[in-house]
């Protein structure tokens, strides 16, 4: 059996794809794609084999791209993707996720839709919007944007959504009520004593351990966390790191306690590298402890950003790990982060990384 490997990259313009066979030595890159509309996040549905897009701006509109042949064409639809008459329209599709025969997208201003139907159109769930602290929320740097969505791999009723910055946010019932899940996570941007609310945290990536459906884990932009019961709880385990500031967070395929960051220098101070130096930092023992993996990556002049959604694991052994920078590099590391190398360079900003793992 032959394994191919695709990294699925949202850029600025348009979405690229670069493959591989299970080796990982060789990469080829495809693209652009979805005729350089600004991509925010690929992603594949491993149940039918799909590519999805996610894109869109206030000259564009809002847009769900699809390929059904591995990315070599690509439609798109808009149908359903609207809030009603007189409220504020949908600016883009920044996030989408695919499970129980369902796809969900997540947009600006911050919103959940939902497809029965491939993406072909779209239904709004507006449990969402009657959350009682809806009024409340406040736009985050970017925007009041969804861009984080978590499925439960085993009850189709239950969702996390994260949303900057108004925190995260569950739903039990598919959907129709929502509670938030934030307590134990800072908003240093508040008054002196309101700095832990129970919304309005600017969370930046939200991602759920494999095969440990209660173990979530955040790059917040007042630090990182680890929650054990689902989100009701949030732990920092931001110690030992060398900032308590990042976008994106990816898990390890198999293990719920490795975790890769890429903490940046700072909200004010750039966002870029720490002491320009670039890094994925990794833990083994759920956040107790972080280490450096630095090995082939730039070590002088490294002043570039990694956006929210653009770090990710693949499922081979050992794990492939990937980002995307916003000055167009990817770089690249078959041995959870020991070694890297960089497989492409000149894209343009890229704003998602994801992979897709066939076997034939």
């Known amino acids: 059996m032959t394994e191919t490997v695709q990294v699925l990259l949202g850029t600025k ?31 594949a549905d491993p149940a039918t ?22 990315g070599t064409t690509w ?40 497809s029965d139907d491939n993406g072909e159109s779209w239904t709004h769930v507006e449990g969402l919007q009657r959350t009682p602290s809806r009024p409340e929320w406040n736009a985050g740097g970017a925007g009041l944007i969804l861009h984080s969505l978590v499925l439960h791999p085993d009850d189709p009723k239950q969702i996390w959504v994260g949303i900057s910055a108004a925190g995260v946010f569950h739903t039990a019932d598919g959907g129709e009520t929502w509670e938030p899940r934030n307590r134990g996570t800072r908003a240093d941007f508040m008054p002196e004593g309101q700095t832990y609310p129970e919304h309005g945290q600017c969370v930046h990536c939200l991602v759920m351990a494999p095969g440990k459906p209660g173990r979530l884990y955040q790059q917040n932009h007042c630090g990182m966390y680890r929650s054990d019961d689902g989100g009701r709880s949030w732990a ?24 890769f960051l890429v903490p940046l220098n700072g909200d004010t101070a750039g966002r870029y590298m720490p002491d320009a130096q670039a890094a994925v930092w990794r833990t083994e023992d759920g956040g107790r402890a972080w280490t450096a993996a630095r090995e082939g990556l730039p070590q002088r002049n490294a002043f570039f950003n990694v956006l929210r959604q653009a770090l990710a694991t693949d499922r081979l052994a050992p794990a492939g790990v990937y980002f995307g920078t916003g000055s167009g590099e990817v770089y690249a590391s078959r041995d959870e982060g020991g070694a890297w190398t960089r497989i492409a360079e000149h894209l343009p900003t890229i704003s998602s990384v994801e992979t897709f793992v066939t076997t034939g």
Not at 14 to 42: K, M, Q
Not at 244 to 257: K, L, Q
Request: aromatic letters at 12%.
């Open 13 to 43: 313009k348009g979405a690229f794809i670069l493959e591989s066979d299970g080796s990982r030595a060789v990469w080829d890159l495809r693209g652009p794609y979805c005729e350089t509309w600004p991509i925010n996040h690929v992603i």
């Open 49 to 70: 084999g799909a590519l999805y897009g996610a894109g869109g701006n206030a000259w564009f509109g809002p847009a769900v791209w699809r390929s059904t042949d591995g």
């Open 75 to 114: 439609t798109h639809s808009s149908r359903g993707l609207a809030y009603a008459a007189g409220e504020a329209p949908v600016a883009s599709v920044w996030s989408l996720a695919a499970g129980h025969g369902r796809l969900y997208a997540g947009v600006e201003p911050a919103g959940l839709f939902v």
């Open 236 to 259: 920092s385990v931001e110690r030992g790191l060398p900032s308590s500031f990042g976008f994106p967070a990816a898990v390890h395929p198999r293990d719920p306690e490795r975790l």
